[in-house]
T-cell receptor, first 110, second 115 residues
């Protein structure tokens, strides 16, 4: 079945760029999402990309999609302490509910 | 604007007890979902609904039942709780514009401990 993989932990210094990576297995994925979860809260949608796009930029966030390798990344420029959270990627095909990765915990050190 | 509201926020159950988790959304969304979140395993779909009166099984449905009697509410029931059901439960909703690809709006979760 479909699978979404993420590394579990990333630590960066404040002001640096963060890159969170995700791989997925379903080649028919249509939309790919990034969600952010802060402690004690639910997931909030950060951004998404349609599968016919290679890149999407939204202020400090850049999403890159390599459909051939089934690889998705989220780059956060000028990372701040408020960016510390768990980041989930998710993918869908429209025929089933979204499949989520296990989440990457981003720790931003001052 | 409340969005998606889950009650209760916390609950402790003994093995074998039953309970119902309530999810309410005020966005007139057609689709609603129940996920569980466990450390290192991300979110796994338990059940979902694509409209009032309809439900469908997700990835991990065993031990749970759901009902969608009203469009705005989606109930998750545990008939006989087991320690393996200790988890954080998230409800989500979405519109139907992109079908099951529509972005999800999440509640803040219910932390359930089964002893």
């Amino acid at each position: 079945g479909e699978d979404v993989e993420q590394s579990l932990f990333l630590s960066v210094r404040e002001g640096d760029s963060s890159v969170i990576n995700c791989t997925y297995t379903d080649s028919s994925s249509t939309y790919l999402y990034w969600y952010k979860q802060e402690p004690g809260a639910g997931l909030q949608l950060l951004t998404y990309i349609f599968s016919n796009m290679d890149m999407k930029q939204d202020q400090r966030l850049t999403v890159l999609l390599n459909k051939k390798d089934k690889h998705l990344s989220l780059r956060i420029a000028d990372t701040q302490t408020g960016d510390s959270a768990i980041y989930f990627c998710a993918e869908g095909t429209g025929r089933r509910a979204l499949t989520f990765g296990s989440g990457t915990r981003l720790q931003v050190q001052p | 604007n409340a969005g998606v509201t889950q009650t209760p926020k916390f609950r402790v159950l003994k093995t074998g007890q039953s309970m119902t988790l309530l999810c309410a959304q005020d966005m007139n969304h057609e689709y609603m979902y129940w996920y569980r979140q466990d450390p290192g395993m991300g979110l796994r779909l338990i059940h979902y609904s694509v409209g009032e009166g309809t439900t469908a099984k997700g990835e991990v449905p065993d031990g749970y039942n759901v009902s969608r009697l009203k469009k705005q509410n989606f109930l998750l029931g545990l008939e006989s709780a087991a320690p393996s059901q200790t988890s954080v439960y998230f409800c989500a909703s979405s519109d139907q514009v992109r079908g099951l690809d529509s972005p999800l709006h999440f509640g803040n979760g219910t932390r359930l401990t089964v002893t």
